[in-house]
């Protein structure tokens, strides 16, 4: 079957090049503006100003940390206003490169698993022209073209193995870091990389092997801070689909384990110098176009792009028509919703992809007992041109694949990295059937990811698993602003402006900004961090809280960011 990478997306995307026009409109008629009062610090003082946090600090964006994401990152955007009133120098640990990503050693740092490159260069949009089906329309990683097999993703010439920036650094913006990473001492020690306790991003600039985020936050003596931390504690879990190979930060637990105990130590410590300052809470990941974009119904037969689709339909449903008639059995026989779980694909509409929801209850056995008891089941099996002896083998794999499979609802999110799997065949199913006595063709056929095959949990948030999400963001949340405002710091309310974001949008200066994946205007290409204006608008949210906190009129003097000057996506040719 036709791979469906980036097909679906393709409406949404199309108009990347011209992504800043939308948003282009003069919403404020040009008036005589009043006399401004001058720029006041109120009772902040930003001679020493420390950022810190993750990958939101860092100013990661597009999947990558480069020289131009950095200095654009919303810390450095705040240190240039904190200048005009009293701010000093502000130091960032700056790759060497405008490529992003990093190697160990001058080599990729590979997952094990996947093969996959951990910190790959920055993506880039690429659009094919030439076709008129745009398989290839989306972000790819920076070097790649997708029509030539035999191009090279760009080299990184920052090599973690080199630590070679000298600090310290006013931007302690982690990528990757939990709330309990801070705490950590070694955290940035490269012996520790390759048993999964230090972060290559704190390697690079670390003072020593031993030391943690925040004493070498505290080392500076911050008179000013900002910390964003606890994205990370529920977006890891939701960025695998809620696997399980990346859990939710537990709520208590001692210091350096539980959010809670952790949150109080960061702020305790960073406030215990009499340092002032202000924190932003953890938004709605489920909202950001990471989780929004990919449609849960993709497979649109009237898509001249996926006749391979279209042409398969009545074999699908033939195949499915065996499986629906099992559940219609047993829920004769009691067995709760098991209709629910029946499949079908429209030849006139849009169709659900095929989905595992591991909380459904497993019905494995229960098919493939159903199957090997129907006397028409053989008959079935000879018509794929298997032997008849071959159908309980068959039963057994329809009851391991589909028992606990469903179509996807409007309800499931389809994470983004989904995009480029649903429609592809996946080899390693197809090693297994085949091994069970499939011919390579026939595996072939049942191993279509999101069709024939359920896509796998890492695939798709389930609702589920979005409770448990919210449930999480609730309560940090809580926490955070009950921390802030016992220790009378200022609270950016990140989880308000990301419901903004993706409720009709963000109105600042003369442009509109959306959580809508490339078009927004907000989101880079990797659909979780900001763009450079985005970026833009989050300082601006922070200088704002900083007015009401502590006297400073950063709004009303007309200090605030044009998040015009910043922009929404970078060339594949910026060096």
């Given amino acids: 079957m036709k791979n469906l990478k980036y097909i679906f997306l393709a409406s949404s995307l199309v108009f990347f090049t011209n992504c800043n026009d939308p948003e282009d409109v003069d919403l404020n008629p040009i008036v005589e503006e009043e006399a ?77 698993q996947s093969g996959k490159n951990l910190f790959a260069p920055r993506l880039y949009f690429y659009s094919d022209t030439n076709s008129a089906c745009p398989d290839n329309t989306g972000p790819v990683v920076l070097g790649i073209d997708p029509n030539d097999p035999n191009t090279q993703a760009t080299s990184s010439t920052t090599d973690f193995l080199l630590n070679n920036p000298t600090g310290p650094f006013n931007n302690m913006g982690v990528p990757g870091a939990k709330s309990f990473h801070l705490l950590a001492p070694g955290y940035g020690a490269l012996a520790n990389f390759s048993l999964g306790l230090a972060n290559p991003y704190f390697i690079r600039m670390a003072s020593e092997p031993n030391a943690s985020v925040l004493g070498d936050a505290l080392a500076q003596s911050p008179s000013f801070f900002t910390l964003w931390v606890g994205i990370n504690d529920v977006l890891g879990y939701a960025l695998s689909g809620g696997d399980g190979s990346n859990a939710i930060t537990p709520l208590d637990g001692a210091p350096g384990v539980g959010f809670n105990q952790t949150y109080a130590t960061l702020i305790g410590a960073v406030t215990a110098g009499g340092a002032k300052g202000v924190v932003a809470n953890i938004p709605d990941v489920t909202s950001i176009p990471h989780f929004t974009t990919v449609p849960y119904n993709p497979l649109d037969p009237n898509d001249e792009c996926l006749q391979a689709y279209s042409d398969q339909i009545p074999t699908l449903n033939g195949v499915f028509g065996q499986l629906n008639q099992v559940f219609a059995y047993l829920e004769s026989q009691g067995v709760p919703n098991a209709t629910d779980r029946q499949i079908a694909f429209s030849t006139t509409e849009a169709s659900a992809v095929v989905v595992n929801d591991e909380s459904l209850i497993d019905l494995s056995a229960q098919i493939a007992g159903v199957l090997k008891l129907s ?100 309560a940090f949340n809580t926490t955070i602003a009950a921390t802030a405002t016992q220790a009378g710091l200022g609270l950016v309310d990140a989880n308000g402006l990301m419901k903004k974001l993706a409720d009709g949008g963000v109105t600042s200066g003369n442009f509109i900004l959306t959580s809508e994946l490339v078009r927004g205007g907000a989101f880079s290409l990797d659909g979780v961090h900001p763009t450079a204006r985005g970026y833009a608008l989050i300082a601006n949210e922070f200088m704002k809280a900083i007015d009401v906190t502590y006297g400073s009129n950063f709004e009303a003097s007309g200090s605030l960011l044009d998040i015009g000057d910043y922009p929404t996506n970078y060339s594949s040719t910026l060096q």
């Fill in 375 to 474: 006397p028409t089941f053989p008959a079935f099996v000879q018509s794929f041109g298997l032997p008849v002896e071959a159908a309980p083998v068959v039963a057994d794999l329809f009851g391991l694949t589909y028992g606990q499979a469903r179509q996807a609802t409007a309800d499931d999110l389809l994470v983004l990295p989904s995009s480029s799997i649903i429609g592809t065949v996946n080899t390693s199913s197809v090693a297994f059937l085949m091994s069970q006595g499939l011919s390579q063709a026939l595996a072939g056929q049942f191993s279509v990811e999101g069709v024939s095959l359920p896509l796998a949990d890492k695939w798709v948030l389930l609702p589920s698993e979005q409770a448990e999400i919210a449930a999480a963001t609730t």
């Fill in 36 to 112: 401004r009062p001058a720029l006041t610090a109120g009772s902040a003082d930003f001679s020493k100003y420390v950022a810190i946090g993750n990958s939101f600090t860092a100013g990661f964006t597009d999947n990558a940390l480069f020289i131009a994401s950095q200095q654009n990152s919303f810390p450095n955007l705040l240190s240039q206003k904190f200048s005009l009133v009293g701010g000093g120098n502000f130091s960032q640990p700056l790759v060497n490169d405008n490529s992003g990503g990093l190697v160990l050693g001058g080599n990729p740092v590979l997952d094990p």
